[in-house]
Every structure is written in structure tokens, then in C-alpha cells.
């Protein structure tokens, strides 16, 4: 019998900002002016993250665009499994 898998899996800020999910979502906070801040180290490496009240709304086209290509590429690179997750208990 399969052990089941967790339900929560903690994951790095990261591995969360590549997916483009950040842009996504900020995109949408954004209209209540909020946004997700996430630190960034000078290599590139996230080191913490809060919620802020924010005065801009929106992302260039340039960001947004990037942000949908990562979107979509995750979507096709874990189609199979985000499906079995909704299916299996």
C-alpha cells in the first residue's frame, strides 16, 4: 500500500518566484494595494518575505509576459501531477 503524501510541502521563496506564481498573484493584490515582498540576497537568493501595503498597481508588460511564459511552462512541466493530486485521496 502507498504511504500517503503530505499535505503541506514547504518550499523555498525561490523555487515559488521561478514558477512566476509571484507576479500572478501580486498582479492581483495589487488592486487592494497590497503586495508580497520577497528580499533578495546580491546573488540573486531570496532571504525573507512579508506582506506590504503598496502604492503601485500593475506590472510593466515586459514583467507580466515573463511571468505567464513561467506560469506556463510549469503548468506543462507538472500538468501530471497537479492532476493526480485532485484525484487521489
Known sequence: MEENKPMVNE???????????LVLINGILH?????ICVKVDKDGI??????ARVKFRGFD???TDE???RI??????NA???YNETIEP
Open 11 to 21: 518550499s523555498e521563496w525561490e523555487e515559488f518566484r521561478k514558477t512566476g506564481l
Open 31 to 35: 488592486a487592494f494595494g497590497w503586495a
Open 46 to 51: 531570496a532571504t525573507e518575505a512579508f506582506p
Open 61 to 63: 508588460n515586459n514583467v
Open 67 to 69: 511571468s505567464y511564459i
Open 72 to 77: 506556463g511552462k510549469y503548468l506543462k512541466d
Open 80 to 82: 501530471d501531477e497537479l
